[in-house]
């Protein structure tokens, strides 16, 4: 959950950078955007959050706030429509679909609208979706793209997926996952460095906070001072 890392790192990133227009991606319960309204608060800036479900309870906490915007559809829909509409952020967090295609095709849709000293937040960078998918919505991505999956647990250290009935289940054993980890087109890491090789001319840095899943920071070299 990203939200381990705001205190920690996000929160001096977007204070000690100035960065105050800020993009979402994933919002379960809604307990990070809530932090972020918070800090968002005290520079005077503005966040946008997208997720297919963007919870009542959420839009309730949050009425009135003109600080919030949410744009309730999956994030491939979402970001080609704000590039559309001219939209532009100092920073992106990315917190959604934990696998390749959607995480690379994200980035590739985030890359004109992070002005140039912007930053990009990813999480689950390390281990259990550095190397490996993880998907909600199975369908939503290209058969060409997909992984073969199973709806079962992941162990550190091992590749196969933990089976059902296992004397040790392993993490997140409801969710969707690649059957084995590593390869090609493979996790969210993977996904990143894929990117920053097709945009090699851009000198992309990658620095990755290891706690928590793993907290990847994406930014131009010459925006890196800070």
């Given amino acids: 959950m990203v939200w381990h890392h705001h205190e920690t790192t ?38 946008t959050s ?51 295609y959607t ?9 004109p609208m992070i002005r140039p000293r912007g930053i990009i937040l990813l999480h689950d960078v390390a281990w259990p979706y550095a190397r490996r998918d993880q998907y909600y919505a199975p369908r939503r991505i290209p058969a060409e793209f997909r992984q073969p999956i199973a709806r079962l647990g992941v162990i550190e250290g091992q590749s196969e997926l933990v089976p059902a009935g296992a004397a040790a289940p392993g993490k997140n054993a409801n969710l969707w996952h690649a059957l084995a980890e590593g390869g090609p087109r493979n996790g969210v890491l993977t996904a990143v460095e894929d990117f920053m090789a097709a945009h090699e001319s851009e000198r992309w840095t990658l ?14 070299s010459d925006a890196a001072s800070g």
Avoid: Y
């Fill in 50 to 100: 997208i997720d297919p479900h963007i919870g009542l309870f959420l839009r309730l906490r949050t009425l009135g706030n003109r600080r919030a915007r949410f744009v309730p559809a999956p994030s491939l829909e979402a970001l080609p429509r704000l590039h559309a509409a001219g939209e532009q952020f100092d920073c992106a967090i990315v917190d959604g679909d934990h696998n390749w």
């Fill in 10 to 47: 996000i929160r001096g990133l977007l204070r000690d950078n100035g960065l105050r227009d800020v993009l979402e991606i994933g919002v379960e319960a809604g307990v990070h955007t809530r932090m972020l309204l918070r800090l968002l608060g005290e520079l005077d800036g503005r966040l």
């Fill in 103 to 111: 995480v690379f095709h994200e980035l590739e849709a985030l890359l």
């Fill in 207 to 220: 620095k990755i906070v290891a706690s928590w899943d793993g907290l990847g920071i994406l930014r131009r």
